[in-house]
């Protein structure tokens, strides 16, 4: 994102952004800073409504919260940047590549008509012994340029092949960044959408079920002003890495919000989806938080799980709220635990 602000002005926006910053006691760090500081300066529509919106409710800000917030809005202009960073080198090493052709393309015209007027003095019969080495001479000037010109080519050839590959591993990054959260670094919400529509008409076009399951931190809230934010980021990273190693082959795990996450399981029925989630739910009650900066021991963490089995060519949409559905229920039967939402006679029979 570009900030054309004079001194004065930006130094106002910047004052304003750290007593901010200061007030809700969050992290001063670089995205924390540049989300404020957007906000404060009106700079995207976005991030100005999504904060008022959370000041309007009396939500309480958080660092975690601020980096979802920066992630969603401001993470993805940074990247089309690089992106056009790179279609700006690609353009530049284009233009060096064509004027290394043209040169080329020159040189070998002139060497042609040089080759050309040699083969016509030496089939003079009354050529002399001088002039046929002026001529040899003149040939082997112009031999010695088209092997520069040759050389210059490929000079900016293999320039041009290094630039490219450099440049499809910076897009690739790119690409996988605007996949991935940034504090979790599992897919995000952005890649569960577009895996669950692909699952989804991939199930449509085969008749095979899929099913999702939906899971939650409990008394995450509590947990996090209890022992700092830093802690609460520590326990979501925890429960990332214990979800992800608990899945195998084409199953999903991705960060659906705040402490939610959303398991896709392609060729799974309900049934399925249960067992997995218990798995999950007691994978992550097996492991004891400990805080990184003290040593102590704080506990363990429980997630409570809404499966659902896709049905009857449902919207992905339906198929999240029955699934959110039977997380609710888990919560409100105990926590720990994971209920299913299951598919109505009259679906099963059409499916």
């Known amino acids: 994102m570009h900030y054309n602000q004079n001194t004065e002005k930006a130094s106002e926006i910047a004052a304003e952004a750290l007593d901010r910053i200061h007030v809700e006691a969050l992290a001063p760090t670089p995205d924390i800073f540049e989300l404020w500081y957007v906000y404060y300066g009106a700079l995207n529509p976005e991030v100005v409504h999504a904060i008022d919106i959370l000041d309007s409710s009396q939500q309480k800000i958080t660092n975690e919260r601020c980096q979802e917030l920066h992630q969603r809005f401001l993470s993805e202009s940074s990247q089309n940047e690089r992106v056009k960073k790179a279609g700006d080198k690609i353009s530049e090493t284009i233009k060096s590549v064509g004027g290394a052709v043209v040169s080329v393309k020159n040189a070998t015209s002139n060497y042609n008509s040089a080759l050309e007027e040699v083969s016509v003095k030496l089939a003079d019969d009354e050529l002399d012994i001088q002039e ?163 040593g102590d021991k704080l506990g363990r963490i429980t997630l409570s799980g809404g499966a659902a089995e896709f049905a009857n060519e449902e919207s992905t949409e339906d198929l999240i709220i029955r699934a959110d559905k039977a997380l609710y229920t888990a919560k409100h039967n105990g926590r720990n635990q994971v209920s299913s939402s299951k598919v109505k006679a009259a679906q099963k029979a059409e499916k």
């Open 132 to 294: 046929a080495r002026e001529a040899i001479t003149d040939v082997m000037t112009n031999t010695q340029n088209m092997v520069a010109q040759n050389e210059r080519l490929e000079i900016e050839l293999s320039k041009s092949t290094e630039v490219m590959i450099e440049l499809q591993r910076d897009l690739e990054m790119v690409k996988k960044e605007a996949l991935t959260d940034g504090l979790t670094n599992l897919s995000n919400r952005k890649a569960f959408d577009a895996e669950i529509a692909r699952i989804q008409k991939e199930s449509i076009e085969s008749g095979v079920a899929f099913s999702l399951i939906m899971m939650d931190i409990d008394h995450f809230k509590s947990f996090n002003d209890n022992y700092g934010h830093q802690v609460g980021d520590q326990v979501l990273r925890l429960v990332a890495k214990t979800l992800f190693d608990g899945v195998k082959g084409r199953d999903m795990v991705a960060r659906y919000g705040g402490e939610e996450f959303a398991v896709i399981l392609p060729e799974t029925d309900l049934q399925g989806a249960v067992k997995v989630g218990d798995y999950l739910r007691k994978a992550v009650a097996s492991k004891e938080i400990v805080n990184r900066a003290s």
